[in-house]
């Protein structure tokens, strides 16, 4: 089995250890858990830990509406982006 090393802020960490510890799972068993969970659902992973991906995911649902009249989402984010 191969090892990795990650990195979670403080704050999850304790909260992902004392689920652990509640489930008397270890810590790397808690981890493929949730990584098992989650190749479960599919591609779709929820940004809560990005800064500013819900705002970046919002201008590309903009500009993707705009894309057949103004060329493409990157022209438009780029332009947006300049206009700031």
């Given at each position: 089995?191969?090892?990795?090393?990650?990195?979670?802020?403080?704050?999850?960490?304790?909260?992902?250890?004392?689920?652990?510890?509640?489930?008397?799972?270890?810590?790397?068993?808690?981890?493929?858990?949730?990584?098992?969970?989650?190749?479960a659902?599919?591609?779709?992973?929820?940004?809560?830990?990005?800064?500013g991906f819900?705002?970046?995911?919002?201008?590309?649902?903009?500009?993707?509406?705009?894309?057949?009249?103004?060329?493409?989402a990157?022209?438009?984010l780029?332009?947006?982006?300049?206009?700031?």
């Amino acid at each position: 089995m191969a090892k990795v090393l990650i990195t979670l802020p403080d704050e999850l960490l304790k909260q992902v250890d004392q689920r652990a510890r509640k489930h008397h799972l270890t810590r790397s068993a808690a981890s493929r858990e949730a990584f098992r969970q989650w190749l479960a659902q599919g591609d779709y992973i929820a940004p809560v830990d990005r800064p500013g991906f819900l705002q970046i995911q919002n201008r590309m649902e903009k500009a993707r509406r705009r894309r057949k009249s103004d060329g493409s989402a990157e022209e438009w984010l780029r332009r947006d982006r300049d206009n700031r």
